[in-house]
Nanobody, 128 residues
């Protein structure tokens, strides 16, 4: 059974940075594309970033492009989300997610419905 555990959330001031981690157990992450999503209070969950198995292909939501960076360390079975220039509107619970099937080397997914496995989320709060 796949388990994803996010960490690294917290309270930071606007303009600050945070790095989120997503550690996996029960599965070798190197065989799967991965994604990060977030959900703010009263809003739908939205796509943040995705990364291919190889790490060579990434894609970002418009609201975070140029400020967030997704990466992975397959030797540690971990995916990261480096967040910089944080804004109040980045406040949300951040989730990492994995698809049910192995993915092609440079394939990525932005649609929430593709992902079957989700972590419990980590809270990120930005004070203005």
């Amino acid at each position: 059974q796949v388990q994803l555990v996010e960490s690294g959330g917290g309270l930071v001031q606007a303009g600050g940075s945070l790095r989120l981690s997503c550690a996996a157990s029960g599965r070798t992450l190197s065989s799967y594309a991965m994604g990060w999503f977030r959900q703010a209070p009263g809003k739908e969950r939205e796509f943040v970033a995705a990364i291919s198995r190889s790490g060579g292909t990434t894609f970002y939501g418009d609201s975070v492009k140029g400020r967030f960076t997704i990466s992975r360390d397959n030797t540690k079975n971990t995916v990261y989300l480096q967040m910089t220039s944080l804004k109040a509107e980045d406040t949300a619970i951040y989730y990492c997610a994995a698809p049910p099937q192995r993915t092609a080397w440079n394939q990525i997914f932005t649609a929430e419905r593709v992902y079957d496995y989700w972590g419990q989320g980590t809270q990120v709060t930005i004070s203005s």
